[in-house]
């Protein structure tokens, strides 16, 4: 990916463990100045925690590293110092969308549209991480069809508005549009 390429967005989406954030990680190391936008927080369980600090050691030190899990528009037009920003993940970003607004389906969409026009609007490329969970299993209860819903509709508007949209399967990008970028081209 070439840094300095205004409205080059990136979509990377793949299953659990498929090797999506190793790709975006690897996109954005062509990059002198990137800002990593981390949507997980902190007070969730061990196992997130420990998920968390291994991601931070697989990024360089010098990155900037912003932790924001529902804001993403803001940081991304209020982001100045930097030559390319990595958003990971949307999935995190669905859930909490879920968490804070319910059943607000008005609040939710403004924020997906706020997020889109920023990515529309961006004055450096863009790399954004998320799970397609539309192949797996229709979960057994409501809350998880809402958020299957919800991520599968993030994903779509995210992927418009994207030129580069990306699967990752057992490690292996495939361009489902645009083209394959950088280091990453294996």
């Given at each position: 990916m070439s840094s300095g390429s205004v409205r080059d967005v990136t979509l990377v989406l793949g299953g659990v463990r498929s090797g999506k954030s190793r790709y975006a990680l690897q996109l954005a190391s062509g990059a002198e100045r990137v800002t990593f936008l981390a949507t997980a927080e902190h007070r969730q369980d061990e196992e997130m925690k420990r998920k968390i600090a291994r991601h931070r050691t697989e990024r360089p030190e010098h990155w900037t590293t912003i932790e924001e899990p529902l804001n993403l528009a803001d940081v991304i037009l209020s982001a100045t110092d930097c030559d390319l920003l990595v958003v990971d993940c949307l999935t995190l970003f669905a859930g909490k969308l879920l968490e804070i607004h319910e059943n607000d389906a008005a609040a939710i969409g403004r924020n997906v549209?706020?997020?889109c026009a920023a990515l529309a609007s961006n004055r450096f490329p863009i790399v954004l991480v998320s799970n397609e969970v539309g192949s797996g299993v229709v979960p057994a209860f409501e809350m998880g069809r809402q958020y299957r819903d919800l991520l599968g509709e993030i994903n779509q508007r995210v992927a418009a508005v994207a030129n580069?949209?990306?699967?990752?399967?057992?490690?292996l990008p495939l361009a489902l549009k645009g083209t394959l970028q950088g280091k990453a081209d294996r």
């Open positions: 549209d706020a997020l580069n949209v990306v699967l990752m399967v057992a490690g």
